[in-house]
């Protein structure tokens, strides 16, 4: 009796085949971390595509390098992603054919992909992911974030994801001017670390990609080291028996 | 049907009665009232090397307002255990308060000094019994003769037992601190300032909560209830003058001046009063 009360209420911005707007997301990344450095940008991302509570992919690469000048991080729908990067690949081949020395910078890449997402939104069928975008032009570090109904800012440092919650406390405490890459790298570590403790899609293996006024590096995927060792851990209910 | 029905006594707890009737109510638009005052909250507790430290912030909210700027939220059960409690004010207040007195009934027949497990289990079981309809998250921490305990229990009744937890809206910026900081064997001092950390950071990255740190130390036979340890919140804009206003500060519009009559005519020499 449910069922057919409810479809025609479904279907009132689709069409008789189905929606052709997306609803929620499929397969999903989850939180990508990114600070402003001495030398430029670094962004942190693990490796995991989630199905929605299966980890289907674990080798999926959430960061890409765009262009000269910039870096793109994105969680949310992977396949959303893919297709953002097929629109900044025409968007940046075609900046090329111009052949005229300029290239496209990171303020401009951002302001594009605003654009696209705040459009997007704006149809009721917006591209379900959250954006970090990093880059050096010209000396000058520029990060900055687009979410998937088009609010952007810039900041010395950016979480998407349940890295909101969990990385920004930390990232205002310990974030400071200038710091070193050493440094940078040991604190998006300990942001991830947090993350892979507590955030359920989260998975060990993670890439962090650095981008300079020199160009792009994106590291190899490695692991984070875990303590499991508290003694409360090995006899929960010590003290407490039939607890939990 | 006959008249005289027989009455029954109200059976305890929740009364479902009215929610057919609230249902029907929101169908035809009513609104249900705005929001009940909750402690939107960063709670936490740790265990150190010689006993347990609970933190809590000190806003209480209703909806988007502060309602209580400095509300405790370290509540006292026993002597030697104390529960820290977020979810809606009235029902963490009721609950400590409860199992509190329960507990000092049962320290009375036994003679002994009251454990935390049996803390945990009565609150446990109430919790349980509502179904979640209760809604107080506490981190019940404290030392007994078995050791130092640290718990934390769930509206619907499920409970954990942690070397570290927290719990509120702010739980996870709290939880970010401790997962980067915590280690086992704290000394006190070390671990004061890792809860009034956490707590800070409850305090500056989450909205629900707000203004000082509260702390408390329980280790074996002796308890310490720091109120407002830190303040890092104060009024920073007091005017040095204070509000003192003279006369010609404000203008005079108009003036009128009605004296008042006497209503009663006192005759002198009347009847003296009936005793």
New interface residues.
Partial sequence: MNSIDSTPAKQGLASIEGSERTLYPYVTGTSVIGIKYKDGILIAADMGGSYGSTLRYKSVERIKPIGKHSLLGASGEISDFQEILKYLDELIVYDNMWDDGNSLGPKEVHNYLTRVMYNRRNKFNPLWNSLVLGGVKKGQKYLGMVSMIGVHFEDNHIATGFGNHLARPILREEWHENISFEDGVKLLEKCMRVLLYRDRSAINKLQIAKITESGVFVSQPYALKTFWGYSAFENPTKGAEGSW | MTKAAIHVPPKGGFSFDLCRRNEMLAQNGLKPPCSFKKTGTTIVGL?FQDGVILGADTRATEGPIVADKNCEKIHYMAPNIYCCGAGTAADTEAVTDMVSSQLQLHRYHTGRESR??TA?SLLKSHLFNYQGHVSAALVLGGVDV??P?L?TIYPHGS?????FATMGSGS??A???F??KYK?GLTRDEGIQLVSEAIC?GI??DLGSGSNVDVCVITKGHKEYLRNHQQPNPRTYVSSKGYSFVKGHTEVLTTKITPLKEKVEVIEGGDAMEE
């Fill in positions: 265990i935390v497990v945990l078995t050791g305990h718990h409970t954990d037992t942690l070397p996870l910026a939880m970010a601190v997962e980067s086992e950071s500056f990255n």
